[in-house]
């Protein structure tokens, strides 16, 4: 059964050693000590944990249509280039930065610019872009 550490925890989870070891010593992920008493945090705890604290970061806004699209990733528009047809929108969903070109109507549709909530999701090679509230 794989085990990490607790900064490779943090790393896993995007937050600090400190909140692993607090979540460890608060029973929400299974620990044990290693033969030289470092703490190890059993791999399938840190999978179900992860998952659990990711359910709910991609909601379907009220109204809004299902999805089969699987790959999200929620995160905050960062840079908008448009020309007069199509656009690049960046979103950075914790530490990773999404790229995709889209129709400068669907920026303009969706009222994607730097500073707005958004999602990527991501089907093959495609990148799809919602925002939450929008129509769908």
Do not use: C
Request: net charge negative; hydrophobic share 40%.
């Amino acid at each position: 059964m794989p085990s990490y550490s607790i900064g490779q925890a943090a790393q896993l989870l995007a937050v600090s050693p400190e909140t692993v070891r607090r979540w460890a010593d608060g029973g929400h992920l299974a620990m044990d000590r290693s033969s030289s008493g470092n703490r190890l945090i059993d791999g399938v705890s840190l999978a179900a944990f992860a998952t659990e604290r990711a359910a709910g970061l991609h909601p379907v806004p009220e109204g809004g249509a299902l999805t089969s699209v699987r790959n999200s990733f929620a995160g905050i528009v960062t840079a908008v280039t448009m020309d007069d047809i199509v656009a690049q929108v960046e979103i950075q969903s914790g530490p990773h930065r999404l790229v995709s070109l889209i129709s400068r109507e669907s920026v303009e549709e969706l009222g994607l610019e730097v500073g707005v909530l958004a999602t990527a999701r991501v089907k093959s090679t495609n990148v799809h872009i919602d925002r939450p509230g929008s129509p769908a």
